[in-house]
């Protein structure tokens, strides 16, 4: 895998410094949204391991990380109580395999038929409805662990982990989030585990985009790449705006007519 501290651009940055500066971002937006914590998923990826942190740190007493198996791999949940316990982050399991089984059941009976995407994104969509549920038990804010580099491809699944309050890794690419890891505590196991949003088995995120996260970062952030990828990185793009962009509504002249 490619190592974060390979990437001269992560060099220059004082993570400690960004630790601080999302933490104050994070209190600001919930405060803002009159709320008074957070409460996110924990897979036991990279992302959610650095999010939980963050709100940890800033609201000890008030955040909820929750483990959502669905389909999970008992690695990934392992990796999730991890987590939890290294930040010592209150920590809640929910799980979701029964859910999902019946519904997508009951879905198959209205469409017979196998898609294994469309399947696979009702896993997220369960979690983000079960996280709104708990947060506004709570008073809290959604807290969602895309990072830049999947806003920017849109790997991410609309109205699942896409369907959050706020985003504060939204504008670090995922090797700066390895690095900020690193000044956070996060366990190593966790740091060097291959990327995935564990839709189904052995799914791999830089297999299945077709490039590493180390070149499409270089990308983001400074737009050298070969032409073939660039053209790559575009289409997707293009392809997912849907994802980033507010459902569109017809111009109300179009609708009223007239001159």
């Given at each position: 895998?490619?190592s974060a501290d390979d990437l001269e651009y992560n060099k ?132 969602g662990t895309d990072n830049w580099s999947e806003l920017t491809t ?106």
């Amino acid at each position: 895998m490619d190592s974060a501290d390979d990437l001269e651009y992560n060099k220059a940055h004082d993570y400690d410094e960004i630790a601080a500066n999302l933490c104050s971002w994070i209190v600001d937006r919930v405060e803002d949204a009159g709320k008074s914590g957070g409460v996110l998923g924990l897979s036991g990826g990279l992302d959610s391991a650095v999010t939980a942190a963050l709100i940890q740190r800033v609201f000890p007493e008030n955040s909820l990380a929750v483990i959502m198996p669905c389909g999970s791999s008992a690695d990934s949940i392992e990796d999730a109580e991890l987590v939890a316990k290294k930040i010592g982050i209150n920590v809640k399991k929910l799980q979701l395999d029964e859910v999902y089984d019946n519904l997508l059941f009951k879905l198959r009976k209205l469409e017979p038929g196998e898609d294994r995407l469309a399947s696979a994104n009702i896993k997220p969509r369960l979690r983000m409805t079960s996280l709104y549920y708990l947060a506004a038990r709570r008073d809290a804010l959604v807290i969602g662990t895309d990072n830049w580099s999947e806003l920017t491809t849109g790997y991410f699944t609309k109205h699942g982990d896409g369907g959050v309050d706020i985003a504060p890794l939204g504008r670090l690419v995922k090797n700066e989030i390895r690095v900020l890891a690193r000044h956070l505590g996060i366990p190593e196991r966790i740091i060097e585990k291959k990327p995935t949003a564990g839709l189904w088995q052995d799914q791999s995120d830089e297999k299945e985009m077709g490039f590493s996260y180390k070149t499409l970062d270089r990308y983001i952030l400074t737009g050298e790449a070969e032409p073939e990828l660039e053209e790559r990185i575009k289409k997707m793009k293009d392809s997912t705006r849907h994802k980033i962009e507010p459902p569109p509504v017809p111009a109300r002249e179009k609708i009223l007519g007239g001159d």
